[in-house]
């Protein structure tokens, strides 16, 4: 029986492409020159948090965690994902949400679907709840695995137990650390090719049979789609 299911949030479990450009986009504004000095090797996790913010504080300076409360509560939860969680939860399974997303995010999506455990990156802040430009890095972008391996040895749950669900390269990490690993609307071929399933329909409650089924090594099993 499943005993654990890791989620990415951006892109799975919320229906926008990331967190950072919800606000970026919400400003009218992009932090591309910071991506791509990430994605070359530049620049680690916190530069690149840190370069977020800047682009932010263009616009407003004394950006506080209640604005950007305000600015997330725009996105969407992906359709199907009440349902997916509400299947999971009755089968005892626990859920969390392993994210390099935004954590004010996070926490109202944990909140809004049950989830038991939330990880995500969040902000140093002032004493009036105004960011200083500093961040708290909970889960690197690039390391997903070590976050959930952390998670698997504290709960107890072995990877033969445990089920992930993730739209793009970097969480094929969670599929290694995962008996079943789904690409949700996968956004690139790596993703597709550490999976064990596939799923192309914008629809999470699809997910329900494939999380709960016997998948065997994401590593050895050629993704089926659906």
């Known amino acids: 029986m499943r ?10 479990l919320v229906d926008a492409k990331s967190s950072w450009g919800a606000v970026h986009d919400h400003f009218g504004d992009h932090n591309d020159e910071g991506l791509r000095l990430f994605n070359s090797g530049k620049i680690g996790d916190e530069e690149f948090l840190r370069r977020d913010i800047a682009v932010w504080w263009k616009h407003a300076p004394e950006i506080s965690m209640d604005d950007l409360d305000s600015i997330l509560k725009e996105v969407p939860l992906m359709p199907g994902a009440k ?5 999971l939860h009755k089968a005892h399974v626990r859920t969390a949400i392993v994210s390099g997303g935004i954590d ?10 049950g ?56 969480d094929v990490g ?11 609307l996968p956004e690139d071929d790596l993703v597709r090719e550490g999976a064990t399933h596939v799923v192309v329909e914008k629809d999470l409650a699809l997910l329900l049979p494939l999380l709960l089924a016997d998948g065997g090594p994401a590593s050895s099993r050629s993704p089926q789609d659906f």
Do not use: C, H
């Not at 654990?4 to 799975?12: E, I, K, R, S, Y």
């Not at 004010?104 to 679907?113: C, D, I, M, Q, S």
């Not at 009036?128 to 961040?135: A, I, K, Q, V």
């Open 3 to 12: 005993k654990l299911v890791a989620f990415d949030m951006d892109g799975t």
């Open 83 to 87: 349902a997916l969680l509400d299947g």
């Open 104 to 113: 004010v995010l996070a926490k109202r999506v944990g909140r809004e679907l």
């Open 115 to 170: 989830i038991d455990i939330v990880l995500a990156n969040g902000f140093r802040v002032d004493r009036n709840g105004r960011l200083t430009g500093e961040g708290i890095i909970r889960v690197p972008i690039r390391d997903k695995e070590s976050v959930l391996a952390k998670l698997q040895a504290d709960l107890g749950v072995a990877p033969a137990d445990t089920a992930s669900v993730g739209n793009s390269e970097i």
């Open 174 to 184: 969670l599929f290694r650390r995962s008996a079943v690993g789904v690409a949700f």
